[in-house]
């Protein structure tokens, strides 16, 4: 299983920007994905997940409202659009996959056992 991700960039806060995640070895459509973020010396954190049916999206209130999470059988890959962004957005965002199949979205890191190689998202004041 391979998560390759695009996007990401710089943006002046009140901006947006979308990234992605192009899925190859698995079905997007059949595992709860998620969007994390990290930044130097913190803990990757939970900002997106999606279940498996793409039915059921959750988010932290830290984002709600802003961000949206999107599943695509077609190309099988998801995407991350972000709005309103702010400086304290700024992160390296990584997309992942839960390992098991059919399951709802979860918020742990450790409960994904696939990731994308992150992708750079700078949002300056």
């Known amino acids: 299983v391979q998560l390759q991700a695009s996007g990401g960039g710089l943006v002046q806060a009140g901006g947006s920007l979308r990234v992605s995640c192009a899925a190859s070895g698995r079905s997007v459509s059949n595992y709860a994905m998620a969007w994390f973020r990290q930044v130097p010396g913190k803990e990757r954190e939970f900002v997106a997940g999606i279940n498996w049916t793409g039915g059921s999206r959750y988010y932290p209130d830290s984002v709600k409202g802003r961000f949206i999470a999107s599943k695509y059988s077609a190309n099988n890959s998801v995407a991350l659009q972000m709005n309103s962004l702010k400086p304290e957005d700024t992160a390296v965002y990584y997309c992942?996959?839960?390992?098991?199949?059919?399951?709802?979205?979860?918020?742990?890191?450790?409960?994904?056992?696939?990731w994308g190689q992150g992708t750079q998202v700078t949002v300056s004041s």
């Open positions: 992942a996959m839960a390992e098991r199949p059919y399951g709802s979205a979860r918020t742990r890191s450790y409960e994904y056992n696939y």
